[in-house]
């Protein structure tokens, strides 16, 4: 079994900034990526970020330059800083894991937290 439990949403007023935490426990052997997405109210899910598994990252065309994934491999802990926010950024951000769990042959199986809302005001 596995948990990813995300905090840090909240209410914050455009220009801000927030930190998004999403932490991966449970039968895991490896990570190999991890990402956040979102999913404003009447619209698709959207990838936001990645963060691969050889420490490379890719972003969302709407948050380049304003958003910044980073990792802690010995946390098994995902993060995602949020600054310059707008309205447009509010939405449901998940959290999704890509992971083994060391059974041969590998097996990469996909895990989805339970979302965290932001919300930004104008």
């Known amino acids: 079994q596995v948990q990813l439990v995300e905090s840090g949403g909240g209410l914050v007023q455009a220009g801000g900034s927030l930190r998004l935490s999403c932490a991966a426990s449970?039968?895991?052997?490896?990570?190999?990526?991890m990402d956040w997405y979102r999913q404003a109210p009447g619209k698709q899910r959207e990838l936001v970020a990645t963060?691969?598994?050889?420490?490379?990252?890719n972003y969302g065309d709407s948050v380049k330059g304003r958003f910044t994934i980073s990792r802690d491999n010995a946390k098994n802990t995902v993060y995602l800083q949020m600054n310059a926010l707008k309205p447009e950024d509010t939405a449901v951000y998940y959290c999704?894991?890509?992971?083994?769990?060391?059974?041969?042959?590998?097996?990469?199986?996909?895990?989805w937290g339970q979302g965290t809302q932001v919300t930004v005001s104008s």
């Open positions: 999704k894991l890509t992971y083994s769990t060391g059974s041969y042959p590998t097996v990469f199986h996909d895990y």
């Open positions: 449970g039968t895991i052997f490896s990570i190999k990526d």
């Open positions: 963060y691969f598994s050889g420490g490379s990252t």
